[in-house]
């Protein structure tokens, strides 16, 4: 995943260096190459949005192997971002549904062929799927960003080629699962092996809808698991896209069932249910608490939980604040400010805050916003109207708690979830926009004058996800890495995101880790295997 | 051509198939070239014991070219240099065109090493692309450790590619061998100088094509064919190259860590011979145990590092085995590797042909009995009947000596422990098989037998995950498994002091 960290750079470089980006945009994602004219805040091309090319084929349930309406018959709307106008009606599950998904899941889990066939087997069937990911990249990428409303080339040259990239790392793990010969005081021979867990329930959040679905299904199907998974109801449509691409790569029927709807129902559901044998979930904070509930109150099965966040982005006085300013930029305005990790307290030394302050407005308000599906586009539409007006308040919020609004702060054109590029300063530690996740394009800018207190700071929060660090000294870097009490320090970056990094939460950002060899831990039991020795040569 | 019947019912007549020879000279930075010498050697088919074509001869200057190639790709080419999924990917790939290319593979190992076209299609050529998958999947999980040191310290190590790699390969297994060297060590990121054995140079040379048409760059993977005491003492004297790894016999495994001693110390790893004791106890199923050790022994024309050459039969079973085992081998059909029906090739030449069949004389002189077999088979070509020898000794030759044929040694016991001793009793240790089903036997032998794999219920059971390598004088390192990549990388440690860490 170098190639897609890369990637992420060369996205940044770019934007860094054609400003003329601004005023041409090319249509991408589509087969036609029509030259539109666009530029930031004119809302033309917010107004006359693309029509995407691509045809959405499935919307029904896939359970055990077939795309089938929900028991109740009932839909729910999946909406387009830009416009807010219906894009499918998609099959709502409910607990029937739910039922009928964990049932496939549970037969084909404890009848196989999928855990009983060779590790060698089912990490081709994947690598296979990597491959068929890749040659589909065009149209998912393109519903992605229909239903997502995330910039096209972020979806197709981004996210894409790190989702088929962290299915073959996990198709790589799949014959390399080691438990260990154990030493024993007493002459035993003792061996753990490592047993997959058996039926996953996996919850999945909206904002990389597919990448998600990567994180979780990958190494739940390399060790051997079934999986339920539910998609966010903001955006089903990706993903089953994806799962028909997985069964085209051989993987057997039940084996990994797709639920598009709500989480009071569907999600509640599978969380609670006493067939699934582990449960791992991505959203927010609140929504993890009750899903840890609901596995505590029904039959104790493991949860893992990648909750909200709220991170700092530490500028000490010797970096290279042209490099931070662009960093800080990318880490909070990345996907429109809609990721877990963001960098949402940008806490900026004394020495350089005015320099950075300056600057960092002035990247905002370069930001190009507009409709995803222009090239050159760096932000397209907030992901639904509930998202949009919880930004909005805690802007309103910002202003009246006396933060000072630098940019932005405005919905942008009339129609869709369009927000300005934010960016407030004199931001402290009490007000709510310093406090709460937002999960949006607005950027809080803290100063600070030396490093203890910044550490106290940045670790004064409930969250603990992500830091950004960014000094030249050697120290200062060893010394905020060590203190952070967050699941990822990036030093110098941000938003690396190999397949091979373990990602996860401390405090309530929450428990365990995905990707990386971390994860399969998830998704393996540990059975200890003791037997006595009788004459052993040695122990 | 080995349409000679010569009385010998159970020899196969199938008219000999040579498949079309692509690539006859030697790979070395990307490209095939002739040698500089311009000589050229004979690569011979065991079934007629005519050549199969001409094929570059390597020689000292050869393998210099080649370090350079791999030097230059290895200082400043890009393959250490891209990341370890993109190196994966490449090897993925490359198992993908292995694949597409089955058929003509199998022919290549079949017609210039005798063995079976079948086995090669399924077994040789699926464990190639099976391995490469497997270490392509193994390059981006190459992970050091984050050091627990005391106060003040901060460290890490690094696992770095260990760089130009040498590696000399036997003629058993061209194809499974080639990439039990080349896979982990393209995975680690090294470059290297591979050189067949000069029995069997073709399919490597056809690997080397493949490996570019996956696009592994030029120079990272040199194919040098030639003799080992001209081209194979250049890799193993070479300075330049920083590691060598060796398969094949004790003896020239010795010349080798000599030779790598004498020049730059580069380390060594080495698959040498092997002499492996099978235990076969009372309790044992008995059909179980006669295809286990039958398989064990005669597998790949007893070609086999890892062959069962040394049969401990417990003696209550023993007379109903030896039975069974004869059975067997009369029934073997020995012939073209083409046919479909035949259970046994030509062994690999002439000499190793003439040194099995005196062996055979060795143990009728020293006063075994030879239960079957012992002859040739037909006039032309290079074949012998499966061979078993009972009432062997522990002194005698042939179970002191790796035979590296198609003869069994069969030999009796009272108790575990007399088995385990006597199976210790020998300078090698490659692997051991047990057949019983008592789990405090298979426990006690498994701990106590001095070998690098044990086998119990099962022989030969070799799988990619597996690691694989002798104690004593059948070698050391592993190849296999994630421990063969500790072969191709250096560990770095990395420290620095730490102030104010809020823990230690």
């Not at chain 1, 065009?138 to 894409?160: F, I, R, S």
């Not at chain 2, 003896?251 to 790893?269: F, Q």
Request: overall charge neutral.
């Amino acid at each position: 995943m170098a190639a897609a960290a890369s990637r992420i750079s060369s996205l940044l470089s770019r934007s860094l260096a054609s400003p003329s980006l601004h005023s041409k945009g090319r249509i991408c994602g589509v087969g036609r190459s029509v030259v539109c004219s666009y530029s930031y805040t004119t809302a033309a091309a917010i107004e006359k949005p693309i029509t995407p090319s691509v045809k959405v084929n499935y919307t029904k349930l896939l359970i055990n192997g077939d795309y089938i309406d929900s028991a109740s018959g009932k839909t729910f709307p999946t909406y387009d971002p830009r416009t807010g106008d219906v894009i499918a009606h998609v099959a709502e599950a409910n607990v029937e549904d739910i039922n009928r998904a964990v049932s496939a899941a549970r037969k084909a889990f404890d009848e196989g062929p999928w855990p009983k066939m060779t590790a060698y087997e089912r990490s081709k069937v994947l690598f296979r799927f990597a491959d068929l990911i890749d040659e589909h990249t065009e149209e998912l990428a393109t519903l992605e960003t229909w239903d997502n409303g995330k910039p096209y080339e972020q979806a197709a040259k981004v996210e894409l080629p790190m989702i088929s990239r962290l299915i073959r790392y996990y198709a790589g793990w799949a014959d390399k699962i080691h438990g260990l010969t154990v030493p024993a005081d007493s002459p035993h021979l003792v061996q753990t092996i490592h047993e997959p867990i058996g039926v996953a329930g996996q919850i999945i959040p909206w904002n990389f809808p597919l990448l998600m679905f990567a994180w979780k299904v990958a190494p739940a199907l390399a060790c051997g698991n079934t999986v339920v998974i539910k998609t966010a109801e903001q955006t089903p449509l990706s993903a089953l896209y994806a799962a028909k691409l997985l069964h085209e790569a051989g993987v057997p029927a039940g084996v990994l069932n797709v639920v598009s709807g709500y989480g009071p129902t569907a999600g509640a559901a599978l969380a609670s249910h006493m067939q699934v044998d582990k449960l791992a979930f991505t959203g927010s904070t609140e929504t993890g608490k009750i899903v840890l509930q609901l596995a505590a109150k029904s039959n104790l099965k493991p949860v893992t939980l990648e909750l909200g966040g709220k991170s700092p982005f530490i500028v000490c006085k010797d970096a290279d604040v042209d490099k931070a300013v662009e960093l800080a930029h990318f880490a909070l305005f990345f996907n429109q400010g809609q990721c877990c990790c963001a960098g949402s307290r940008t806490y900026v030394h004394e020495s350089v805050y005015d320099e950075f302050l300056e600057k960092a407005k002035a990247r905002a308000l370069k930001r190009s916003v507009g409709d995803p599906f222009v090239a050159g586009i760096e932000q397209g539409p907030q992901i639904d109207s509930e998202q949009f007006e919880k930004i909005m308040r805690y802007i309103r919020s910002g202003v009246e708690s006396g933060a000072t609004l630098e940019t932005g702060g405005q919905r942008l054109g009339d129609k869709g979830y369009y927000i300005q590029p934010t960016v407030f300063s004199n931001v402290k530690e009490d007000m709510l926009i310093a406090k709460d996740e937002i999960f949006g394009p607005v950027q809080s800018i803290l100063k600070f004058k030396d490093i203890n207190e910044v550490i106290k700071r940045a670790n004064t929060t409930s969250y603990g996800l992500a830091a950004g660090v960014f000094t030249q000294d050697i120290d200062t870097a060893n010394t905020l890495t060590r203190a952070l009490k967050v699941g990822t320090v990036w030093v110098n970056c941000y938003d690396v995101f190999d397949a091979a990094i373990p990602f996860g939460g401390y405090k309530m950002s929450g428990q365990g880790r995905e990707k990386g060899i971390h994860c399969l831990s998830n998704y393996l039991q540990v059975k200890a295997v003791v037997t006595p020795l009788k004459d052993p040569a040695w122990i | 051509m080995a349409n000679h019947i010569n009385g010998n019912s159970n020899h196969s007549a199938a008219s000999p198939k040579t498949p079309p020879i692509k690539f006859t000279k030697l790979f070395i930075d990307g490209n095939f070239v002739d040698s500089i010498s311009g000589k050229t050697f004979d690569a011979i088919d065991p079934r007629t014991e005519e050549v199969i074509t001409k094929v570059s001869l390597g020689g000292a200057e050869d393998i210099d070219l080649a370090v350079k190639a791999a030097r230059q790709a290895f200082d400043h080419g890009p393959w250490p240099r891209m990341s370890g999924s993109e190196r994966g990917k490449i090897l993925i790939k490359f198992a993908d065109l292995i694949e597409e290319n089955t058929e003509e593979l199998a022919a290549l190992d079949a017609v210039n090493a005798g063995k079976l076209f079948t086995l090669c299609k399924l077994i040789d050529i699926p464990i190639a692309s099976k391995a490469l998958r497997y270490y392509g999947g193994a390059a981006d999980k190459i992970h050091g450790t984050v050091l627990k040191l005391s106060k003040g310290l901060q460290g890490y190590t690094l696992r770095e590619p260990i760089g130009v790699v040498g590696s000399i390969i036997p003629w058993n297994f061209p194809t499974v061998m080639f990439f039990m060297k080349t896979a982990p060590a393209l995975a680690a990121g090294c470059t290297i100088v591979l050189k067949p054995a000069e029995q069997t140079p073709l399919s490597a040379l056809y690997y080397a094509h493949l490996a570019k048409l996956a696009g592994v760059p030029d120079g990272v993977l040199n194919v040098v064919n030639g003799y080992g005491s001209t081209a194979g003492a250049a890799i193993s004297s070479h300075m330049d190259i920083d590691k060598v790894t060796f398969t094949g016999s004790t003896e020239v495994g010795r010349m080798i860590m000599t030779a790598a001693a004498a020049s730059n110390l580069k380390p060594v790893s080495l698959e040498l011979g092997g002499k492996s004791p099978l235990l076969i106890f009372d309790d044992a199923d008995i059909d179980q145990a006669a295809d286990i050790v039958f398989r064990g022994m005669f597998f790949n024309k007893g070609e086999v590092c890892v062959a069962s050459s040394r049969v401990y039969v417990q003696e209550g079973i023993y007379e109903k085995l030896e039975k069974k085992l004869v059975e067997k081998a009369k029934a073997t059909v020995v012939g073209d590797p083409f046919d479909p029906k035949v259970h046994q090739g030509p062994q690999i030449n002439k000499k190793q042909f003439e040194r099995i069949l005196s062996y055979i004389e060795h143990g009728k002189r020293e006063g075994a009995t030879l239960l079957t077999g012992g002859k040739h088979v037909g006039e032309k070509g290079y074949y012998i009947e499966p061979t078993i020898f009972a009432d062997v000794k522990d002194d005698m030759i042939i179970v002191k000596e790796e035979i590296f044929g198609p003869v069994m040694s069969l030999m009796k016991f009272k108790t575990m422990e007399e088995a385990i001793k006597r199976a210790n009793n020998t300078t090698y240790g490659l692997a051991a098989g047990i057949v019983t089903k008592n789990l405090n036997v298979a426990n006690t032998v498994s701990r106590s037998i001095r070998a690098g794999i044990i086998w119990i219920n099962c022989y030969t059971a070799f799988d990619v995950d597996c690691p694989y390598g002798g104690y004593k004088m059948s070698g050391f390192g592993r190849d296999y498994g994630l421990d063969a990549l500790n072969q191709y990388l250096q560990v770095k440690s990395v420290v620095t002091p730490i102030f104010d860490s809020p823990w230690h």
